[in-house]
Nanobody, 126 residues
Framework: QVQLMESGGGSVQAGGSLRLSCTAS????????MGWFRQAPGKEREGVAS????????YYADSVKGRFTISQDKAKNTLYLAMNSLKPDDTALYYC???????????????????WGQGTQVTVSS
């Protein structure tokens, strides 16, 4: 069983930056892939970025490529999402998620991820 806890959300103006954190507990060594998802009001949840925990390879959705960076600190069992050049369209509830195998990690399909955090709100004002 893996538990995930996000933190670091907040309100910023367009062009600003935030860094989200997600700490894993329970059985973090069973995690092979972690991802960040977001859900804006009235929209479906979408995948933002993912990382293979063993080798550190990453994937980004086109909408955040070049602005967001996913990273991990394995010693702290913590996943990060550094978000720069934020836009109002980035406003959403951000979730971290984990899966126990590496297959299709970069497909960022919601149904593939078995563990989820409670979400942290990011609000970007123009």
């Amino acid at each position: 069983q893996v538990q995930l806890m996000e933190s670091g959300g907040g309100s910023v103006q367009a062009g600003g930056s935030l860094r989200l954190s997600c700490t894993a507990s329970g059985d973090p060594y069973s995690i092979y892939c972690m991802g960040w998802f977001r859900q804006a009001p009235g929209k479906e949840r979408e995948g933002v970025a993912s990382i293979l925990t063993a080798g550190g390879s990453t994937y980004y959705a086109d909408s955040v490529k070049g602005r967001f960076t996913i990273s991990q600190d394995k010693a702290k069992n913590t996943l990060y999402l550094a978000m720069n050049s934020l836009k109002p369209d980035d406003t959403a509830l951000y979730y971290c998620a984990a899966k126990r195998n590496s297959a299709k990690c970069f497909a960022l399909r919601e149904s593939d991820f078995g563990s989820w955090g409670q979400g942290t709100q990011v609000t970007v004002s123009s």
